[in-house]
């Protein structure tokens, strides 16, 4: 067997790619979620004024709209205010508790789109997504009680040529250094944590409901980690976004240090802070010359 090779992600891809995340902050989701709000907000007050001629016979029908219209953005208001206020302060704000997102499901999609007319990758979109959610798990830590903590790895972690069963069991892996798996199957063997390699958002959402954790580390691309922290709210999710010097959902890399600060996080082991270093190191099998 050809022995390991250390290789670190070419400036082409790897760490230029790294680079621009640990740079892409929370604000320009909040900021492009606060433009979504008002436009929103914008559109009904013109639909009323354009069908105000057509109801003004029938002021209670009329009134009916307006006062729903009125309480669907207060909600919105309201939320969006209580995660901005979050995740800007460090303060645990949010309320109700343990109650899906509905700003942030309607809010964000707009988000998006608002970002494409003004340019803006919806990738980095997404990171700065999963650094606001960050922010507010942070935030939430005196509510996060137990330790059943679940860490999701996507199976891009595992090198291409290993023919290793994984998803089935994470203990299949060898461990034999050329990819992360290794190296996190040892670090959860550390925390004593349950660790899941998955493939999909159904698997990954099949082993969430089933282990029921109390709090979940996963590793992913912007998109899977966006989707993924939506589908399973309430229960907190610090993400880490994995590197990709290879292309998307082939050898993928992540950073083990943002990894472990973020295990450290949910074991209250918090000695120093979370990592924002974007250093990422690969393990591949290297050809013969």
Same mark, same amino acid.
């Given at each position: 067997?050809?022995?390991? %090779?250390? $290789?670190?992600?070419?400036?082409?891809?790897?760490?230029?790619?790294? =680079?621009?995340? +640990? =740079?892409?902050?929370?604000?320009?989701?909040?900021?492009?979620?606060? $433009?979504?709000?008002?436009?929103?907000?914008?559109?009904?007050?013109?639909?009323?004024?354009?069908?105000?001629?057509?109801?003004?016979?029938?002021?209670?029908?009329?009134?009916?709209? @307006?006062?729903?219209?009125?309480?669907?953005?207060?909600?919105?208001?309201?939320?969006?205010? /209580?995660?901005? =206020?979050?995740?800007?302060?460090? $303060?645990?704000?949010?309320?109700?508790?343990?109650?899906? @997102? #509905?700003?942030?499901?309607?809010?964000?999609? !707009? =988000?998006?789109?608002?970002?494409?007319?003004?340019?803006?990758?919806?990738?980095? /979109?997404?990171? @700065?997504?999963?650094?606001?959610?960050?922010?507010?798990?942070? +935030?939430?830590?005196?509510?996060?009680?137990?330790?059943? !903590?679940? !860490? /999701?790895?996507?199976?891009?972690?595992?090198?291409? !040529?290993?023919?290793?069963?994984?998803?089935?069991?994470?203990?299949?892996?060898?461990?034999?250094?050329?990819?992360?798996?290794?190296?996190? #199957?040892?670090?959860? %063997?550390?925390?004593? /944590?349950?660790?899941?390699?998955?493939?999909?958002?159904?698997?990954?959402? &099949?082993?969430?409901?089933?282990?029921?954790?109390?709090?979940?580390? +996963?590793? +992913?691309?912007? &998109?899977?980690?966006?989707?993924? $922290?939506?589908?399973?709210?309430?229960?907190?999710?610090?993400?880490?976004?994995?590197?990709?010097?290879?292309?998307?959902?082939?050898?993928?890399?992540?950073?083990?240090?943002?990894? %472990?600060?973020?295990? &450290?996080?949910?074991?209250?082991?918090?000695? &120093?802070?979370?990592?924002?270093?974007?250093?990422?190191?690969?393990?591949?099998?290297?050809?013969?010359?």
């Amino acid at each position: 067997m050809q022995k390991p %090779e250390t $290789i670190q992600a070419g400036p082409a891809n790897g760490q230029i790619e790294s =680079a621009w995340r +640990a =740079a892409w902050t929370k604000l320009p989701f909040l900021a492009f979620c606060w $433009i979504s709000f008002f436009l929103l907000t914008a559109i009904f007050g013109l639909f009323l004024y354009l069908v105000y001629p057509r109801l003004s016979e029938y002021h209670l029908t009329y009134y009916v709209i @307006s006062g729903v219209l009125l309480f669907f953005v207060l909600i919105l208001f309201s939320g969006l205010f /209580l995660i901005t =206020a979050t995740s800007l302060t460090g $303060i645990d704000l949010l309320y109700p508790h343990g109650k899906r @997102s #509905v700003t942030v499901r309607i809010l964000f999609p !707009i =988000a998006i789109f608002l970002g494409q007319l003004f340019g803006v990758n919806r990738n980095r /979109l997404r990171i @700065s997504f999963v650094k606001a959610n960050n922010a507010l798990t942070k +935030a939430q830590s005196g509510r996060i009680k137990g330790d059943r !903590i679940l !860490i /999701l790895l996507p199976h891009c972690l595992q090198i291409d !040529i290993c023919n290793r069963k994984i998803t089935n069991d994470v203990n299949n892996c060898l461990r034999c250094g050329r990819c992360a798996v290794g190296k996190l #199957v040892e670090m959860g %063997e550390k925390y004593g /944590l349950r660790m899941e390699v998955v493939n999909g958002g159904t698997l990954a959402r &099949r082993r969430v409901a089933s282990f029921k954790p109390n709090g979940i580390v +996963a590793v +992913a691309c912007e &998109r899977d980690l966006t989707l993924g $922290i939506q589908d399973v709210y309430p229960i907190p999710v610090y993400g880490v976004i994995n590197d990709r010097p290879y292309g998307p959902c082939v050898n993928t890399c992540v950073d083990m240090d943002l990894v %472990e600060n973020a295990v &450290r996080f949910f074991r209250k082991d918090r000695d &120093r802070p979370i990592s924002q270093s974007p250093g990422t190191e690969c393990r591949t099998n290297t050809p013969a010359q």
